[in-house]
């Protein structure tokens, strides 16, 4: 069953994705399977306009897949919004799944707060795992870890993964 962790901040350019990215390479070193879901607001499209899927797309197929011996992707239109349940069930093979984005969402979250940039802490005290920040902010009963100490992080989250500690590391 995977771990589920949350990464969210208040603005945008905060540094969420780099976090996000220095966790991956931190948890493979540890021999961890990893899996991501990234929120858009904006809508995207990964489709490129002239490639067959684009022209499968075009031409009515509601859902395209495409698939080659080491990748796969679908590429499926909804007509709402796919709940993130859903979306972590496609991924709960994985060790541990780290979402990017869905800051209204009920999991535990490690917020990114950037001291130049951001404002205040949005998420609940019952949902915050920890602070990665440039920062220090002493906030009594919420660990801060240093936004680019990417092995405390991870330490922090295989603690609650295996000692079942609540919420917070």
């Known amino acids: 069953m995977a771990f589920v962790v949350n990464v969210v901040?208040?603005?945008?350019?905060v540094g969420k994705t780099t976090v996000i990215e220095g966790m991956i390479k931190?948890?493979?070193?540890?021999g961890y399977s990893v899996g991501t879901i990234k929120h858009d607001a904006h809508g995207f499209d990964i489709d490129k306009k002239g490639k067959d899927t684009y022209r499968h797309r075009?031409?009515?197929s509601e859902t395209v897949i495409i698939s080659s011996k080491n990748r796969m992707a679908m590429i499926k239109e909804v007509e709402n919004e796919v709940p993130l349940e859903e979306l972590i069930n496609m991924v709960?093979?994985?060790d541990f799944v780290i979402v990017e984005g869905y800051k209204k969402s009920s999991l535990q979250k490690i917020e990114i707060f950037r001291g130049e940039v951001s404002k205040k802490i949005i998420t609940p005290r019952n949902k915050l795992i920890c602070l990665a920040t440039?920062?220090?902010?002493?906030?009594?009963g919420v660990k801060e870890v240093y936004i680019n100490d990417y092995?405390?992080?991870?330490?922090?989250?295989?603690?609650?993964?295996?000692?079942g500690k609540e919420r917070r590391c």
């Open 134 to 140: 440039d920062t220090k902010l002493n906030i009594q």
């Open 58 to 60: 075009e031409a009515g």
């Open 9 to 13: 901040s208040e603005v945008s350019n």
């Open 26 to 30: 931190e948890l493979k070193s540890r």
């Open 92 to 94: 709960s093979d994985k």
């Open 151 to 163: 092995e405390m992080l991870i330490d922090c989250l295989e603690s609650l993964k295996y000692n």
